[in-house]
């Protein structure tokens, strides 16, 4: 624990009342002192006088001290001390961030409690950081890492999810020589729950890839049945899947309730591929009606989920469908499906001004 006091005296008294309940403390006299120490050492708590020698009674300087430990890692917890008549500078410094305060003089036995349980709290937090940082590595090895090369197009996808682990989920399947399986899912929920369902979805489509080779729209009904059963009533999964076939050049697809995809033509026209059929698991039997369509060399086929279309509405306007046709018209000069997907992510990150709100997953598939 880190205390800061520009009292020698009450620094000497913490720190031997820690150390009887068994803590480790470090004690700095200055709020310098304290950007300091912070800077060169992780701490599960700190805690902080609000007032110094520069200015003993406005809280100014303690402010300031919390405003800055707060915006170096606003993990830690800080606890703030303050004097009896300061109860107005307390309910400030929480309403800026502190986990809880202590009035001077102090009662040993509430510091000591105070301070463990904000500890307690500390730490446990960064355990499930660090359970949540494993789980996003998992789900990001679940995301195509091959995929066979086609004659006739070049594809590609991006998930940025909005925390730790996300609730979309793109794939590759290889349907057979020519043939390649394109999906990308949006489930209802966020977070581990997300994560788990889009866990479950990945694992029924790749446990019945031999009946994709066969029928690729019967192995969409049969993932349906299977969501639907092992899933409670509320959670379902918006859907984009398609078989293409270099031979022909055809896309076969079906929308389950899924934003309309985009083919952005080499001549400039824009079709949209509307929804077919009801999201995934909202009822046990699924009605597919498959559309077909072709690319054509330099066309563009774009499937997105709507935290591509939403970015930045919570600022009050949304990157919407306008902008991202002429942000893909500009990027697709490249040639190159990965420079394209690049771009239009960044585009994408910069109108939300890094502020994301809901998982942000993109695929192309770019006739050549």
Not at 318 to 328: D, N, P, V, Y
Request: glycine letters at 8%.
């Amino acid at each position: 624990m880190l205390v800061c006091d520009d009292q020698v005296d009450v620094l000497e008294a913490i720190r031997l009342l820690l150390k009887g309940a068994g803590h480790q403390s470090e004690t700095v006299d200055s709020p310098r002192a304290a950007i300091a120490a912070a800077e060169r050492d992780g701490f599960d708590l700190v805690l902080m006088d609000m007032n110094y020698s520069r200015d003993t009674t406005s809280g100014d300087e303690g402010l300031d001290l919390l405003d800055k430990l707060l915006a170096r890692d606003h993990s830690v917890p800080i606890v703030v001390m303050t004097a009896w008549s300061s109860v107005d500078l307390a309910v400030e410094a929480m309403r800026r961030g502190a986990v809880d305060f202590i009035q001077k003089p102090w009662d040993n036995a509430r510091l000591v409690a105070t301070v463990e349980k904000q500890a307690d709290r500390s730490r446990e937090r960064k355990k499930a950081k660090s359970e949540l940082e494993i789980a996003r590595h998992v789900q990001q090895r679940l995301l195509p890492q091959h995929a066979q090369t086609l004659k006739t197009v070049t594809f590609g996808g991006r998930c940025i999810p909005a925390r730790e682990i996300g609730g979309d989920y793109y794939d590759f399947l290889d349907l057979g020589a020519g043939r390649l399986g394109v999906m990308l899912a949006d489930v209802s929920g966020k977070g581990v729950a997300g994560a788990l369902l889009t866990a479950s979805l990945q694992a029924s489509f790749r446990s019945q890839l031999e009946l994709g080779l066969r029928n690729p729209k019967g192995l969409l009904v049969s993932v349906n049945k299977l969501f639907h059963e092992s899933t409670p009533a509320e959670y379902f999964a918006t859907m984009f899947f398609a078989e293409y076939r270099d031979q022909g050049r055809e896309l076969n697809y079906i929308n389950c309730g899924h934003p309309a995809a985009l083919i952005l033509r080499a001549g400039g026209a824009v079709e949209r591929l509307e929804a077919t059929t009801l999201p995934i698991g909202v009822f046990a039997s699924l009605k597919c009606e498959e559309k077909t369509v072709k690319l054509a060399a330099g066309d563009l086929l774009l499937v997105y989920s709507d935290g591509v279309l939403e970015a930045g509405v919570d600022q009050g306007e949304e990157f919407g469908e306008a902008r991202l046709i002429e942000s893909a018209q500009g990027a697709r000069k490249s040639g190159d499906v990965d420079t394209l997907l690049d771009s239009i992510m960044r585009d994408v990150q910069r109108f939300s001004a890094e502020q994301q709100f809901d998982d942000v997953t993109l695929v192309a598939l770019m006739g050549r």
